[in-house]
């Protein structure tokens, strides 16, 4: 009985598909957050507004 808990604790095989599937998780929950869900939310607007904000100030200083 040990011995078939010890070779599973220590078996290997399957483990990589596991790793590869909290990747994907940890990328679509990463995506997620950039993009949104919609339109009109997520980080995505975030930066918009930002960036809207930087053009607004630089356009009146060049012209």
């Given at each position: 009985m040990l011995g078939s808990i010890t070779r599973f604790?220590?078996?290997?095989e399957?483990?990589?598909?596991i790793e590869y599937g909290i990747i994907a998780?940890?990328?679509?929950t990463i995506l997620v957050a950039v993009f949104g869900t919609g339109a009109s939310d997520g980080l995505?607007?975030?930066?918009?507004g930002i960036?809207?904000?930087?053009g607004k100030?630089?356009?009146p200083a060049t012209a």
């Open positions: 604790l220590r078996d290997e399957g483990a990589t598909a998780g940890l990328m679509a995505g607007l975030i930066l918009k960036f809207d904000a930087i100030k630089v356009t």
